[in-house]
């Protein structure tokens, strides 16, 4: 089974490790931060956080202190099969840390697609843009609605059961599907997304706005199955 290591040095990255550990091997690593007031502070990590870590095909960083996360990928990225970086700022930093090769610096966790390495396409098989599926009776009513790909933070889970709930015994066919997407993406917004709201760019959008964006589309490019065996219960 691949093997996660989601590192942290803050309150962040918790809710991830919750929902990444129920398909992958996971360890979840919580590191000290080196201090800001002394910049020759020794950046060290215990013994047994480096073997976890050395185990791991994926790092996730959830880490936000600079020389912390540097030293992480200069440690590790030669041992490990890639990183990704969630929590960083700058173009700078994100082309110093992606120079490497198997880091990527994703600018927010739900929009992770394949790029090609096994061990990378294997976690964005589950985690990464949401993809759907809604499962269907004879009649072409809604079922149940499937989350193949999900959002590693869970809001694509709660959407979809919302949806589900919704929705359910309704004909298909007689749903517009770009109204359900529509507010499957409002609906987005009640869950505690820990995204920013302001982007560092201001002619683009904010993170939680991108993550509306990327749950209104899953809805409208879902598949369609009959009857498919469902692993996912939905929540009344």
């Known amino acids: 089974m691949l093997k996660i290591a989601i590192l942290t040095d803050g309150p962040y990255g918790d809710r991830a490790y919750q929902i990444i550990k129920k398909e992958f091997d996971t360890e979840f690593i919580h590191l000290k931060a080196p201090s800001d007031k002394f910049f020759d502070e020794k ?5 047994e956080a ?25 440690k590790f990225s030669d041992k490990v099969d890639w990183i990704i970086i969630a929590s960083w700022r700058g173009e700078g930093l994100k082309n110093q840390l992606e120079s490497k090769g198997n880091v990527t610096c994703s600018y927010i966790m739900c929009e992770l697609e394949d790029n ?6 294997e976690f964005v098989s589950k985690f990464g843009k949401p993809i759907l599926e809604f499962i269907l009776n004879d009649n072409n009513e809604i079922e149940n ?24 015994n309704q004909n298909i066919n007689k749903i517009a599907i770009d109204d359900l997407a529509r507010e499957a993406g409002l609906r987005i917004q ?10 560092l760019f201001s002619d683009e959008e904010s993170k939680k706005q991108l993550a509306s964006t990327f ?13 498919k065996n469902k692993n996912r219960k939905i929540k009344e």
């Open 145 to 168: 609605i499937e989350v193949i790909r999900s959002s590693p933070c869970g809001s694509t889970s709660f959407v979809a059961d919302f949806i589900a709930n919704k929705y359910k």
């Open 215 to 227: 749950h209104s589309d899953a809805f409208k490019s879902a598949k369609v199955q009959k009857h």
């Open 50 to 74: 480096i073997e976890k870590i050395e185990e791991a095909n994926i790092i996730i960083s959830y880490i936000s202190h600079i020389d912390l996360v540097l030293d992480i990928v200069d």
């Open 190 to 199: 009640h869950y505690p997304c820990r995204a920013g709201k302001i982007r």
């Open 116 to 121: 090609g390495n096994p061990i990378y396409d």
């Open 43 to 47: 950046i060290e990590i215990p013994k």
